[in-house]
């Protein structure tokens, strides 16, 4: 079971990449870089990371409008009984691993 949920939460990741690259207006980059499924597969996450930082918010709000929508583009690219419901989160883990490094280089 988990592998399946493993293998559901790539595709996700795999085509919401696809899919906000495809429908983003290029004032900022937007890159998928995880995707967590709840075990039943009912609630998916995708967390994403945004440059620049001030584009952040209207990154996400942006994001998030286009839920619908993604949820469409991922009904007609994946062989899945049920879709789940996709919530969009910043992922901090990866603006953490970032500010480490850049305390690194600091010294």
Known sequence: MIERNEKVANLIKELGAQFLG???????LITVTSCTVSPDLKRATLFITVLPD???HNALDFAKRKRAELRDHLKKNMQIKIIPFIDIEIDRGEKNRQKIDELLREK
């Open 22 to 28: 495809r429908e983003n207006n290029h004032t900022s």
């Open 54 to 56: 001030s584009k952040e």
